[in-house]
């Protein structure tokens, strides 16, 4: 599985940005798409994920604001996360994340940098 992350920027605080992930190769045993999040000296953190089911999750700081979601073009299977009421401690690398059976595929991150 390849993932090819974009839409990253800068954004002003309470603006809008939507972030895109492609997954390509082996997606068809995919169960869960996810964004995480890494700040610059903090860990990597989850920001939502979305299951096969149908169901997403949202960790608390984005919930209300951030809305993640999932469809299919073409051979690739998509994750794209929309961001709103932006805050400044919303800025880090943005990474999208699959899991596939039993192992973890990650995309090469995409920077948000909140700043009026």
């Known amino acids: 599985v390849q993932l090819q992350a974009s839409g990253g920027g800068l954004v002003q605080p309470g603006g809008s940005l939507r972030l895109s992930c492609a997954a390509s190769?082996?997606?068809?045993?995919?169960?869960?798409m996810s964004w995480y999040r890494q700040a610059p000296g903090r860990q990597r953190e989850l920001v939502a994920v979305?299951?096969?089911?149908?169901?997403?999750?949202?960790s608390d700081f984005v919930k209300g604001r951030f809305t993640i979601s999932t469809s299919r073009v073409k051979d690739k299977k998509m994750v794209d996360l929309q961001m709103s009421g932006i805050k400044p401690e919303d800025s880090a690398v943005y990474y999208c994340?699959?899991?596939?059976?039993?192992?973890?595929?990650w995309g090469q991150g995409t920077l948000v940098t909140v700043s009026s």
């Open positions: 979305a299951f096969s089911d149908g169901n997403t999750d949202y």
């Open positions: 190769g082996s997606i068809a045993l995919i169960h869960a």
């Open positions: 994340n699959a899991k596939r059976i039993s192992q973890d595929y």
